[in-house]
């Protein structure tokens, strides 16, 4: 587990008899209790693939990654294509769609939008409940007509991310996109409920300027970070530019430019 999971009583829970069997792989894979009476979360495991579900009287509801219904489905039909923000600030153009790394997947929302644009996407997730979460959403795309395509354009890899950018293998990644962890304020409930589930297992990026250093070691052609708007830049190097929202921004850091 994780340092900062260790902090945290979770067990692996099945949600009925037929899935005891994948309960059991998932706890042995993530060398976690399938009993424990004191557990604070349980990843449950059930018709609906994977959850992550905060145990207790005022846990929100339970969270899972589902690239083909719910908000991913919407942001896909609806979010405006090459014309957002994230795609803006990673640099998707006419005849351009960068081969990114998202070093800090999460859900792997921005990745899923970066993909269906059609982009090539590697994501590391360091926090192996959310990595089991992220892997069985992409498991589940796959069986979907429409999102399959998708995707198949998204590889996770396992590790920190800090070291795996550091030990790169291969061709590097055009672009390298982070969004570390911040103490956040927004008052959405969907905000509300992953972060409560969130912080408590993850903890805020402290490492973020070494993450930073190794983004910026790595990456081709330049460096994408997003922030809560007013917060300040990670610490290291000043972005050359920033793209500004209504609740975040994207600061940028070129190294060259990106063309068809």
């Known amino acids: ?20 069997a994948l309960a059991g792989q998932w706890a042995e894979r993530l060398g976690l209790p399938l009993a424990e009476p004191e557990a604070e979360f ?28 719910g908000g991913a489905a919407h942001r896909r039909l609806f979010g405006g294509g090459t014309g957002q923000m994230i795609a803006k600030a990673v640099g998707v153009q006419q005849g351009v769609r960068p081969r990114v790394l998202d070093a800090t997947a999460g859900l792997g929302k921005d990745a899923f939008v970066l993909a269906s644009l059609g982009c090539e996407m590697s994501l590391i997730e360091r926090q192996p409940l959310i990595g089991a979460l992220l892997e069985d959403g992409l498991a589940r795309g796959l069986d979907d007509f429409e999102v399959a395509p998708i995707v198949s354009r998204m590889h996770l890899l396992k590790g920190n991310s800090i070291e795996v950018m550091r030990n790169w ?12 962890m911040f103490p956040h304020r927004e008052k959405t409930a969907l905000v509300k409920k992953e972060m409560r589930l969130f912080r408590p297992l993850v903890g805020d990026d402290n490492d973020a300027p ?16 997003k922030r809560p708007r007013k917060a300040p830049c990670i610490a290291g ?20 430019a990106l063309k068809p």
Do not use: T
């Open 237 to 256: 190097p000043k972005p050359s530019h920033a793209l500004d929202g209504k609740s975040s921004r994207y600061d940028i850091y070129p190294k060259k």
């Open 210 to 225: 070494a993450l930073l250093e190794a983004a910026l070691a790595l990456a081709s052609h330049r460096v994408v970070v």
């Open 169 to 180: 293998e291969g061709e590097p990644p055009q672009v390298i996109y982070l969004d570390p």
């Open 1 to 20: 587990m994780s340092e900062q999971a260790a902090g945290c009583r979770i067990k692996v829970e099945a949600l009925g008899e037929a899935y005891q």
């Open 42 to 69: 349980a990843l449950q495991v059930g018709a609906q693939g994977l959850q992550l579900q905060q145990l207790g009287p005022d846990a929100p509801g339970p969270v899972r990654v589902d690239f083909v219904e």
